[in-house]
Nanobody, 114 residues
Framework: QVQFVESGGGLVQPGGSLRLSCSAS???????MGWYRQAPGKQRELVAA????????IYKDSVKGRFTIFRDNAKNTVALQMNSLKPEDTADYYC????????WGQGTQVTVSS
């Protein structure tokens, strides 16, 4: 089964930017892919998703216009560019297939705070 390793998180001030990266252990070309997040005390939620050939993307309403999801099937990677970050974006971020996630990776922590 494909496994995912996320990176790129960190501490950033409100209004700042981060780019998250996800590397898969196998081919992702057959899967829709997504970035999910889980804030403390809350359920994991889908933030952004991208179709197999990058022809369609969807975003959670609260991140529309601020986040952009990318994928590179040749490199088996998925990225999430996050701009204009807000404190409410603070969470652990995970990439996985979408829909129907496979096993979860360790995620990468994003903290938005002044």
């Amino acid at each position: 089964q494909v496994q995912f390793v996320e990176s790129g998180g960190g501490l950033v001030q409100p209004g700042g930017s981060l780019r998250l990266s996800c590397s898969a252990s196998g081919s992702i070309s057959a899967y829709g892919m997504g970035w999910y997040r889980q804030a403390p005390g809350k359920q994991r939620e889908l933030v952004a998703a991208i179709s197999r050939a990058s022809t369609q993307t969807i975003y959670k309403d609260s991140v529309k216009g601020r986040f952009t999801i990318f994928r590179d099937n040749a490199k088996n990677t998925v990225a999430l560019q996050m701009n204009s970050l807000k404190p409410e974006d603070t969470a652990d971020y995970y990439c996985n297939t979408s829909p129907s996630p496979l096993d979860w990776g360790q995620g990468t922590q994003v903290t938005v705070s002044s």
